[in-house]
Structure formats: C-alpha cells, structure tokens
C-alpha cells in the first residue's frame, strides 16, 4: 500500500506540474492556476444555483442575502465565536507596527543583524477569518425580523495547519449558507441541506458519503467537546476517498446545528423575545476542486462528459 505521505507528495507534483497550483514556499499555501479557478467558479456557481433554488427553505421566498467579507474580521466578533476555546491552534491574529521612528530603527537593526524583528508588532483589531459564517453574526441586527435570517456568505477563511497534503491548505474559501431562526427552522435547514449538498457533488462525479462527524478540538477538554458534537448529532461532514479506499476520507463540505450557541454568545433574539438557533452549510471550494481533479484527473478536457456538462455548460 502506497503511503499518505507519497500520495499527498504525488498529488502535489502533479498540480503544480499541470499548472494548475504554484507552490509559495509554504506548505499549505499556493497561488492559483487559471484553469484551477475557472473549475472552482464553475463549482461556485453550481453551488450558488442550487442555494438559490432551495428557496423554499428560506422565510417567506425572500432568497439568501449575499454577504462577502474581507479575509479578516474584528477581534470582538472572533471572540464572541468562542473559537479561541475550542481552536487556538488554528487561529491567527493579524500584528501591526505601531511604535515610533525609534522603535522602528531598533527593528530595523535587528532585522539587519538578521534577529527576530516580529515582537516590535503588536496584535491589532483584526483577526483572519476562521470560519466564512462566523464575521456575519456580528454583522446583522440582534433583533431578528419574522421568519429569522437566511444568508449566504462566501469567502476566505484561515486555518493554521501547515501540511503538505494540497487537500489542507491554510487559506481557502467557503460557500456556506446560513440559517438563524427558531429550533425547528434550524434543525430543518440543515437536514435538509445534507440530501442537497450529496445531491450536488454526487452529480459531479464524486463518490460523497455523510457522516457524522466531530470538529479537531484543541486539548484535553476538546476530546469532551468532541463527544457532544458527535453524540448530540451537530455535525454531518460530505467526505470523499481522495487519496483511495484505504486511507482516511476527506471532507468536502459540512452540515452543521450550531443550536444557540451563536444566538446567545451575540444576543439574537427572535421576534417573540426567545434566543435564536442557528445552522449552516460550508462547501470548501478549492477541497471539491481538488477532489474533482483527483477523481477525474487533471485535465478537465478529459472528464466524463456529464460532468463538464454541469459544470460547463
Ligand atoms: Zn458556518
């Protein structure tokens, strides 16, 4: 059996060698080939089209709005995710320089006798994203209209786990949709939402199975939290055998039943003064990209003929 680490490595050669990823200098971190971001926003739009005829999930019709937001969000509203309790190691904190003409000089000379210059940067206001839904919570009003909230967002999101598997990149983008309602709304969304998802990458190609899955807790304490999250069923991962049958599955998109967590950590309440749930879908855009060209090779020219046709058509 051929090993992870040379499947990962395989992997890896042959995107760069097609061109379709640069590697950086940085593992986990590449530039994108044109033809790796025309098949990513082929897979954006399929995934923006079946949202959108999923209106019968949202209140009253009204559609999802679209939110996209910057890389990075404010620290307040990163810190009322609670995520700093559950994943320190993945977080990252954006630093700027804000001393004087003195302090810069003494950080240039550091720099020049080839030292560490990085303590002359305090942390700042802003923090990377670390999940796409998570800058919306803070930006929509605490009081929630009848019907609740249904919100798309779509953006980059951070992680720090340098890997040299191309499937774990430290900075990718997420397509999620978002609902924040009542506990039965909620629940629904994401139900539902786990057929529609298999629906949309099985018709890719993609051999996708749901599972009930736990997040990678940081710790002692995230080995409880990881229990709950699978015994109290909020977790349903898509995943797919990238790397073959005999090594661990990805996932490539996640359903997930936040309940009211999101509602209570940011005071949004419903119309009749109860605390709202939440749920969500995230597709990972560049994992499905990757898993279509894994399965299907890395030309996209040679695909199976229904699959350019969904996806190109
Ligand atoms: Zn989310």
Redesign the pocket.
């Known amino acids: 059996m051929t090993s992870i680490d040379t499947l990962h490595d395989q992997f890896r050669r042959e995107l760069v060698e097609a061109g379709l990823l640069f590697d950086t200098g940085l593992d986990g971190l590449y530039a994108r080939g044109a033809e790796f971001e025309r098949i990513l926003d082929a897979v954006d739009h399929l995934i923006t089209r079946d949202g959108h005829a999923a209106s019968d999930l949202t209140p009253a019709g009204s559609g999802y709005r679209l939110y996209r937001f910057p890389p990075v969000f404010p620290r307040d509203v990163y810190d009322k995710t609670d995520y700093i309790e559950s994943f320190p190691d993945l977080t990252g904190l954006v630093h700027t320089f804000t001393g004087s003409s003195s302090d810069h000089r003494a950080l240039l000379a550091r720099r020049a006798a080839d030292e560490s210059w990085d303590h002359h940067l305090t942390p700042g206001d802003t923090v990377m994203v670390s ?4 800058p919306l919570y803070g930006a929509i009003p605490q009081q929630l209209p009848e019907g609740g909230i249904a919100a798309e ?1 779509n953006g980059y999101c951070f992680r720090h786990e340098p890997s040299p598997d191309p499937m774990r990149m430290q900075a990718f983008r ?1 397509h ?1 949709f ?1 609902r924040i309602g009542t506990p039965s709304e909620a629940a629904e969304f994401r139900t539902a939402w786990v057929g529609r998802a298999q629906g949309l990458l099985s018709g890719l190609g993609l051999e996708v199975e749901a599972v009930a899955a736990n997040d990678p807790f940081f710790g002692r304490a995230g080995k409880l939290l990881a229990n709950g999250q699978l015994s109290n069923n909020l977790k349903t991962e898509l995943v797919v055998h990238v790397y073959g049958d005999d090594h661990p599955a990805d996932a490539i998109a996640s359903c ?1 039943l936040a309940e009211d967590h999101f509602g209570r950590n940011f005071s949004l309440t419903l119309p009749d003064g109860s605390t709202a749930h939440s749920a ?1 879908v ?1 597709f990972g855009l560049e994992r499905i990209t990757l898993a279509l060209l894994s399965v299907h090779g890395t030309d996209p020219a040679q695909w199976p003929a229904t699959v350019r046709e969904t996806l190109f058509p």
Do not use: D, I, Q
């Open positions: 999940s796409a839904c998570h967002v997420m999620e978002v997930n969500c995230g």
